[in-house]
């Protein structure tokens, strides 16, 4: 389900929502609503209560040890999917119009 590398983070996320009495998505959620870095925190939601708990994380006030415990074993890596362009397209060149005015 999840790389073994993210499998600290994931035990991380599962104690302290369960001491918290939340979900583990809550906990997630409050972490990247904190993040400073993370201006617009993107959220899709298949079902209705996906929406309440992800409002839930509003409030939730982490503290800095529960920072600090998640992000102590995150391991930075590239996306999972990512794929370098190999060649780039270059702009068209300009062309001049097929449509001319009265005087041309």
């Given at each position: 389900?999840?790389?073994?590398?993210?499998?600290?983070?994931?035990?991380?996320?599962?104690?302290?929502?369960?001491?918290?009495?939340?979900?583990?998505?809550?906990?997630?959620?409050?972490?990247?609503?904190?993040?400073?870095v993370v201006s617009a925190p993107i959220v899709g939601?298949?079902?209705?209560?996906?929406?309440?708990?992800?409002?839930?994380?509003?409030?939730i006030d982490l503290t800095a040890e529960e920072i600090d415990s998640l992000e102590a074993p995150y391991v930075t890596r590239r996306p999972t999917f990512f794929r370098p362009k190999v060649r780039c397209r270059q702009a068209p060149s300009a062309r001049p119009s097929a449509v001319q005015g009265p005087d041309g």
């Open positions: 389900m999840f790389p073994d590398s993210d499998r600290a983070i994931v035990e991380t996320v599962q104690r302290i929502a369960s001491a918290r009495g939340v979900l583990m998505a809550q906990i997630a959620m409050a972490w990247v609503l904190k993040n400073p939601v298949t079902k209705p209560h996906h929406l309440t708990d992800a409002t839930a994380a509003l409030d």
